[in-house]
């Protein structure tokens, strides 16, 4: 269903404007209100449009910022397993030892807090 504006609605000026008017005054009358109209009409849609464009702009912007942080995870997570592979060894008592507690993770990617 289409959403229709206040625009749309009848008035009893705009049912009778559907025939020709008659007389030359009105004629002329009914021609500005139509150009008024229209020129009111182009204004409207030249502002959807740049009201589009600015959103798609941010739009962009956000997808940018997006694909620079998930890039940033990846290489700190890649990061994060090349600094395990370089430790040590631990020796077999040692090492159960330090798998009953828990793994940290590096601070500050635990939690990302995310705003826009």
Do not use: C, F
């Not at 009358?29 to 959103?55: C, F, G, P, Y």
């Amino acid at each position: 269903m289409k959403i229709r504006g206040v625009s749309d609605i009848s008035t009893m000026y705009g049912l009778g404007s559907k025939n020709v008017p008659k007389r030359k005054e009105q004629i002329v009358s009914e021609l500005a209100r139509l150009m008024h109209h229209k020129d009111r009409l182009k204004r409207e849609l030249s502002i959807w449009v740049s009201n589009q464009q600015h959103t798609e702009r941010r739009l962009q912007k956000v997808n940018e910022q997006i694909s620079r942080l998930q890039g940033a995870v990846e290489r700190k997570a890649h990061e994060h397993k090349e600094l395990k592979s370089l430790l040590p060894e631990a020796a077999p008592e040692t090492r159960e030892k330090t798998q009953s507690e828990p793994i940290q993770e590096p601070e500050g990617w635990q939690h990302m807090k995310l705003e826009y």
